[in-house]
């Protein structure tokens, strides 16, 4: 059979477009949900490469939260800075953006579970089984930071977590991690093991995701960021990288866009 | 009703590197190949060029290369008497998906197994006698010597460029290389990576404890290197973005850069990509394949016919596929029968992290290559006497620091808080004088009556099929070697210079949440026996000979060894076997 035909191959190029295209808006690989009728072509006689076809990352809008409401980005600005307390040289959590990488995280893909099994049934495993939770992490989050701040004003005379003395906060924060201080319908140790984890995660992500704020976290640990060539300096042994971390955005000096 | 398209000669199903290189092999026949892959086409431009590929968020944590879960996923028990769950989101292993398949975004170490990993059960029953083994283990011999897959190592090795010190020439033992290696019959394509400090430094602890170290072997090239296809590789940068990655640099091996250029141009190939086989079909007799259906991104079903089925998919999918096609009897743990989803294993890993002081340390861990490594193998499969030790298998250890991606690499010594301001500080301190191996102790799995693939009664996938069930522990065996390993690794560790060594000692349960290596195998060996294995020594399915099985799939048991250049490996020799002797007489290789 004559395998290369033209016009197959054509068609399949615009299809190919448009199945990248819906897959970078999605957010996710997963196409076959899709209702588009897409059919089956076939790919012959060359790569199926197309000139700036790539999906770039989107880079997190600065604004208002997308995901928390006031009283939600108040607290975990305040969970931030406990986790990455500000200091002399380099900022903390909140400054540095941790609070928005997660805002922005969970008013996404990944607080929606898109691309987990979620199918039925939930049953309690064990806990080499993993996760087996229906609600995703923008729910628990909604439903710990809501919690917490009813705990603490029940505890501290009307006053969220986000108003607390900073002692305070940290007793409550180390009782969460104990396990000594319980939310009502919300699991407050696993929510704050999430939340250091989160924090920590938007503090050395690219700053495209709005963490990592001028490329702080890098900065202070020393790793140059998104290069690609270290030639020059494998052979080079115990002597400190000269060059500043660059991000995926480039670097303040380079351009105004950068952050 | 699947509609139906044209015969071909071939089909392939998966088209990740063993597919690859089975369609080069079978056009090269003049046959009429099509590849059909369930994922989309990847390529460097388009999936992950030099501008957003360092994107440690994107490709490590939020899994962008690989298979979505709601698309297929298994669920998991520890023991038969558990009920087995799902697995929502990826942690043990993270199956690959798309063109190139784990070849994108692997780390790309190139290791050939010991001759004696290929007759595993008659070399250690002969040196310790039977009852040395556990009474369930139920490792098998492969069917295949090492001097019989030897031309194939070769082949794959200069196909990949790969850069490495030879240890073993044509059975001189060479400086420098893995003395405990099988001979090879021509050196490495390329000379080995150059090695970052720590690297550096571990190489030459090791040789003062008396061990003889040597640079892992890398499928990301020290220098430029055209293959025998004539496709161009460039020289890795080191930039420390090899595993869960693709490389932008056209420096690692994997399909897109070592065979697809090549292949595509040819008149007898095409693939579709975004299309996923559901189903091997087979005439009346049950004996005899007649081509796939196929699902494509629409929901619309295809079949296509063929003469001969390449099963080529990731290992586990090879073996759900199986099931799903009621091809080759299902394996039964209870009256220990059957041949498909038998033998499962995965790798027995764990590592030891060294922090060093900063004052007198600069270690630069993100300068870094996915196969980067100075590594010792004397306490791999059965380079040493077990007798005292009451375990078999083994594995190499090595500081194979692949990066220092900073999401997952800021340790902090034992002692400090998980968080605060002390937490930040140790992470300051230590970043650039910590050692962090990933998979710094690589065991050996053997496997066991208990340890199998099946059908899950319960959870569905989207088109309503039962997921595959996967039942897993690490056995008594496991546990003690991965301990004799983790102590033999954490004392070189100690000699580099380390203030605090952590041993991360790999205990039972299996938890199919920690990140073990994709290294999972078996479900559908390569043996002698059709009572003990799914496929004959060439890889063919012993119930269909039309359909030839390849992949991991196909270990009987998984050795202390990265699986892919064996993978690649077997690949040839069933190229071989078919291109020699199955196309002059389509049949049985093999007299069962």
Avoid at chain 2, 245 to 250: A, D, L
Avoid at chain 2, 471 to 494: G, R, S, W
């Amino acid at each position: 059979m004559k395998l290369r035909e033209e016009s197959q191959m054509e068609a399949r190029k615009s299809v190919s477009a448009v199945v990248r295209r819906r897959e970078f808006l999605a957010g996710t690989a997963v196409l076959l949900f899709s209702t588009t009728k897409v059919g089956a072509a076939t790919i012959a006689g060359q790569l199926p490469w197309m000139p700036n076809a790539g999906s770039p990352p989107p880079r997190a809008k600065l604004g208002p939260w997308e995901f928390f409401t006031g009283d939600e980005g108040r607290a975990i600005e305040a969970i931030a800075d406990c986790v990455i307390p500000p200091d002399t040289e380099t900022p903390g959590g909140k400054d540095s953006g941790c609070a928005v990488f997660i805002d922005r995280q969970l008013a996404g893909p990944y607080g929606r579970q898109d691309g987990l099994y979620v199918r039925p049934p939930f049953m309690t495993g064990t806990r080499s089984q993993g996760s087996q939770s229906e609600a995703g992490p923008a729910q628990k989050y909604r439903d710990a930071l809501g919690a917490l701040d009813r705990a603490c004003k029940s505890k501290y005379s009307g006053k969220a977590f986000a108003e607390l003395l900073a002692a305070d906060q940290e007793t409550v924060l180390k009782g969460l991690e104990s396990g000594d201080l319980k939310l009502e319908g919300a699991d407050g140790k696993a929510f704050f093991e999430q939340a250091i984890k989160d924090v920590q995660m938007g503090f050395f992500a690219d700053p495209i995701y709005g963490g990592n704020r001028d490329m702080v976290a890098w900065k202070m640990i020393g790793y140059p960021g998104a290069r690609y060539n270290y030639l020059d300096w494998v052979n080079r042994h115990n002597e400190r990288f000269p060059l500043p971390p660059v991000s995926m955005t480039g670097r303040a000096e380079w351009t105004s866009q950068a952050r | 009703m699947a509609r139906k398209l044209s015969k071909k000669d071939v089909v392939i199903i998966g088209f990740g590197w063993t597919g690859a290189i089975m369609a080069n092999e079978l056009t090269d026949e003049g046959l009429d190949v099509i590849a059909i892959e369930r994922g989309p086409w990847r390529d460097a431009p388009t999936d992950f060029p030099p501008g957003y590929m360092q994107d440690e968020l994107r490709y490590r944590v939020r899994h962008e290369l690989f298979l979505r879960p709601d698309q297929i996923t298994f669920t998991f028990r520890n023991k038969t008497d558990q009920t087995a769950l799902p697995i929502r989101s990826w942690g043990a292993f993270m199956p690959p998906n798309g063109v190139g398949g784990g070849g994108v975004h692997w780390n790309a170490e190139m290791w050939r197994f010991l001759p004696s990993d290929f007759v595993l059960k008659t070399h250690l029953t002969e040196r310790y006698g039977k009852d040395f083994l556990p009474e369930d283990m139920t490792i098998q011999d492969w069917g295949i010597t090492y001097d019989e897959l030897e031309p194939h190592y070769d082949r794959f090795e200069y196909l990949c460029g790969t850069s490495g010190t030879a240890g073993n020439l044509n059975g001189k033992i060479m400086e420098g290389g893995n003395p405990f290696e099988g001979p090879r019959s021509r050196p490495y394509p390329t000379p080995a990576q150059a090695q970052p400090f720590s690297h550096t430094l571990f190489g030459k602890a090791a040789r003062e404890l008396g061990y003889k170290p040597f640079p892992q072997p890398s499928g990301n090239l020290s220098q430029a290197y055209t293959n025998p296809l004539g496709l161009q590789m460039g020289p890795c940068t080191y930039c420390g973005f090899c595993e869960w990655f693709g490389c932008s640099n056209y420096s690692k091996a994997s399909p897109q850069t070592t065979i697809l250029p090549y292949l595509i141009r040819k008149p007898n190939f095409s693939a579709r990509d975004n299309s996923e086989v559901v189903k091997i079909n087979v005439d009346s007799s049950g004996k005899h394949a007649t081509g796939v259906t196929f699902v494509d991104t629409s929901g619309e079903e295809w079949e296509q016919p063929a003469d001969l089925v390449i099963l080529s998919a990731f290992s586990l999918f090879n073996v759900q596929l199986l099931l799903h096609s009621k091809i080759g009897t299902p394996y039964d743990p209870a009256s220990n029968t059957g041949v498909i989803g038998r033998n499962y294993t995965h790798q027995t890993i764990s590592t030891v992290n060294g922090f060093f002081d900063h004052k007198k340390f600069n270690f630069n861990p993100f300068i870094a290559s996915g196969a980067i490594g100075m590594c010792i193998d004397e306490f791999n499969g059965d380079n040493f006497d077990h007798g005292p030790y009451g375990f078999v298998g083994g594995g190499y250890v090595g500081q194979v620091q692949t990066g220092a991606r900073p999401i997952e690499s800021t340790l902090t010594p034992p002692g400090t808080p998980k968080w605060g301001a002390a937490w930040k500080s140790a992470v300051r301190d230590n970043y650039l004088s910590t050692v962090k191996p990933g998979t710094g102790v690589h065991g050996s799995s053997y496997a066991y009556r208990d340890v199998y693939l099946g059908l899950d009664p319960t959870y569905k996938d989207r088109f309503g099929r039962p997921l595959m069930q996967i039942t897993m522990d690490l056995h008594d065996n496991e546990v003690k070697q991965n301990h004799f390993l983790t102590d033999k690794f954490a004392e070189i560790i100690k000699a580099m210079g380390a203030d605090h060594v952590i041993k991360q000692y790999r205990t039972a349960p299996y938890d199919i949440t920690q990140y073990q290596t994709t290294h999972v195998n078996g479900g559908a060996v390569m043996g002698t026996d059709p009572l003990t294995s799914a496929l004959n020594r060439y890889l063919q399915s012993w119930d269909v000979p039309n359909l030839f099985v390849l992949g991991a799939s196909a270990f009987p048991q998984n050795p202390g060894y990265n699986p892919t250049l064996t993978v690649g490996a077997l690949a040839y020799w069933a190229a071989a076997a078919i291109r020699d002797k199955y196309l002059k007489n389509p049949g049985r290789l093999v007299d069962a």
